[in-house]
T-cell receptor, first 116, second 111 residues
Framework: SAVISQKPSRDICQRGTSLTIQCQVD?????MFWYRQQPGQSLTLIAT?????????ESGFVIDKFPISRPNLTFSTLTVSNMSPEDSSIYLC?????????????FGPGTRLTVT | DAKTTQPTSMDCAEGRAANLPCNHS???????VYWYRQIHSQGPQYIIH???NNETNEMASLIITEDRKSSTLILPHATLRDTAVYYC????????????FGSGTQLTVLP
């Protein structure tokens, strides 16, 4: 299994500013992901964080808005840039353990972001 | 990845078994069925996964039909702390594909 922590747990930010969210896993994971969960909605994948290279973004998400780093197997950051109220969401980090025929994926507690 | 269909909500009496159904009629041979749950204001929690055999762990049992087109997650003795949104997800084995979350089933355990 893997235990995932995120910092900060919540923040209130002004529009136009940026926030960097940190994700730390207590063990090496094969893959790391960032999700967004808007109020009352399900989770939407933002990107796969690739170690030592550019993240792989899903449709509708771009690097300029959500730059991601993953310098090693246990740590990643997501920056929400030039924020607007529409970016108010919970941002969740996730790590995958195992490869091959099956895997388990674990999630952090989330970072609740409010943009005013 | 195959699409899943789950009821929007379900109630269950505390202490009784909670049986959560999921339809995945387009599942392909290499796709696993995963179950997660999300308790309010927390990140999703992995529960169980399986390919075609029934699976059991300390949290739940997963029953997959022989044709693999549907499955049922069973919480044998539901408690109030099991109140959560339960997500059934189908994902290809050994692939780099992400888990795609649908809208899930809101399970409410009643005292």
């Amino acid at each position: 299994s893997a235990v995932i922590s995120q910092k900060p747990s919540r923040d209130i930010c002004q529009r136009g500013t940026s926030l960097t969210i940190q994700c730390q896993v207590d063990s090496q994971v094969t893959m790391m992901f960032w999700y967004r969960q808007q109020p009352g909605q399900s989770l939407t994948l933002i990107a796969t964080a690739n170690q030592g290279s550019e993240a792989t973004y899903e449709s509708g998400f771009v690097i300029d808005k959500f730059p991601i780093s993953r310098p090693n197997l246990t740590f990643s950051t997501l920056t929400v840039s030039n924020m607007s109220p529409e970016d108010s969401s919970i941002y969740l980090c996730s790590g995958r353990v195992g490869t091959g025929t099956s895997y388990e994926q674990y999630f952090g507690p989330g970072t609740r972001l409010t943009v005013t | 990845d195959a699409k899943t269909t789950q009821p929007t909500s379900m109630d269950c009496a505390e202490g009784r078994a909670a049986n959560l159904p999921c339809n995945h009629s387009t599942i392909s041979g290499n796709e696993y069925v995963y179950w997660y749950r999300q308790i309010h204001s927390q990140g999703p929690q992995y529960i169980i996964h399986g390919l075609k055999n029934n699976e059991t762990n300390e949290m739940a049992s997963l029953i997959i039909t022989e044709d693999r087109k549907s499955s049922t997650l069973i919480l044998p003795h539901a408690t109030l702390r099991d109140t959560a949104v339960y997500y059934c997800i189908v994902s290809a084995a050994g692939s780099a594909r992400q888990l795609t979350f649908g809208s899930g089933t809101q399970l409410t355990v009643l005292p």
